[in-house]
């Protein structure tokens, strides 16, 4: 029998083969192989884009939108950020080619902002009516409003997720003379983020015209802007501006019927009396993914979800993240939610100032489900909570399923030559989760003092050495990890299935010892060493935190982090 070669197979076995490849690099190699893999990769390699608009690259973008370009009619996401001017301080260090977002810069982004609302109206203008399904400007400076409504006109037909964020003019006037802008039939995800009140009505527009979607995104940004009404948040009297306005279309709210979401998130909403406002307008019990973000009075919510009759059984992902959480009882609450749920396979937690971690059998109640567990919190007065032994290894024993973990590890030095007895206590508990992809140790080993120079910044020639050591530590990980596995029978034939490792936080995350010092997220992969007589060997490489995507794409628990609304360009 003749031995079958990628040839020979049908085309629709080939695109469902080239389908698994998510590295724009490799299917852009596809495309110039032959004819018939450029008609299947191209699809594939033009389904989602980004683009930096405002910069110097503006200038290809014509060649981008020609007409002999295969790929226009093919683009169904595009995701638009902000070029910006760097400008490093002479006293600063920005250690890696990843560095748009760093903090250690100084940037301008008012000549580039202007700029990219022209690029954005010539791509607009130039692109297929009604092909995409996500138009994401990823910035906080505002869209022009022209190019949101003709976006709106143009893609009507296709839509599935819109945005309604800052904009340079009033924009609720306007839909008042075009009333069927917001008809899109695909509909079925709304991101908004008001910061004023014609913002506000905007979004209660939209809303009353698409009451029947799956996600809902709201994100309150009246702090960063000119208008702070002091009844912003709901009140033991009545409801706040936000609730009573983004949902005007439903009072009286106790007899109005509430929308049906599988997927909610919530960005700084005070929901200390959410009982009477949020809690009816929206039905949690149907929930199958919760994330509150700063928002403060969240352990009400969490009591009230607790209730028989309230409770999300459906519910899959649960997300809480807070940096400034002062609540006493909200550890408390939020531990009888983990207690009352049953099936949760996504729990991430990255609340500071809580005086002690989720206890380790609240986690445990969801062992036969969960496969991406975060849990992290800062103290304000003391260094950081980690899990004992005992507790990481009653997870780590019970909860076989994880894929992805992030957890803040014991203390260890860079330049011993062994780990502490601790760290290397959880490395031994990691080694028992034979899933395990994605592995994020929060916690950046310590170094020598005299690496610290000015700014409490590690000194350029110090910062290599510490990287070098990390990949020495990164490297002994893996190889035990997959001698483990090799011995026990399980993984990828030789070795485990850990394919990234991470160090510190995304963004940046505070070093030991130190409030000012704060490190990027340093990504280690797979990778292969030849030596001079041809034998190849696994290497520990490190790589940039947006390439982790291409290498291992189910690492998703990489891209949540806390950051502030108006340092979101700085951020993820």
Known sequence: MAILQFKDLSLDIKRLILSFITRPTDLKSLCLTCKELREIATPLLYRSITLFVGGHQDIRLSAFLGRDNPGIPHV????????????????????????????????????????????????????????????????????????????CRKQQQSLRVLEVGPMDQQIAPRLDKQADIFKLPKLSSIDIYPDTLDRLKACQKLLQTKPHIERLCIASGFEYSNEDPEDLHDSSTRPGLISRTLFSHMLPFDRCDPMILKYLDMDTIELRYAADTWLRVIKFSCLERLELRNCAGADAVFAQLSKPHLRPSKLKSLRWMDDITSEPYALEAFEGLLEALSGLETLHVYVNNMRALPKAATITHHRKTLTSLSVHSQP??????????????????????????????????????????????????????????????????????????SYNRLIPSALRLYEHQLQRITQRIFETSDAHANENGYGLGTRSRLSAICWGGNGKTRYEGSEKFKLKQMPFVRGWKVDPFGQSSMLAVQTAWRMVQFVEPVSDILNHSLYDLHDVHHGP
Request: aromatic share 12%; net charge negative.
């Open 76 to 151: 169904r996401e595009i995701y638009l950020r902000l070029e910006k001017i760097v400008t490093p301080s002479k006293h600063r260090y920005v250690h890696s080619e990843d560095s748009s977002d760093d903090e250690e810069v100084e940037e301008d982004i008012a000549i580039p902002a202007r700029q990219a609302q022209f690029t954005v109206r010539l791509l607009l203008d130039f692109l297929p009516s009604n092909i995409l399904e996500v138009f994401s400007w990823q910035n906080w400076e505002p869209l022009s409003t022209d190019n949101f409504l003709l976006l």
């Open 380 to 453: 304000t007065n003391i260094g950081v909570h980690y899990y004992s032994e005992e507790d990481f290894g009653k997870i780590c024993t019970e909860c076989t399923e994880l894929r992805q973990l992030s957890v803040m590890f014991p203390k260890t030095a860079v330049e011993h030559a062994v780990p502490s007895p601790d760290f290397e206590t959880y490395l031994t508990n990691i080694r028992k989760l034979r899933y395990l992809m994605t592995l994020n140790i929060r916690r950046w080993p310590s170094t020598r003092e005299p690496f610290i120079g």
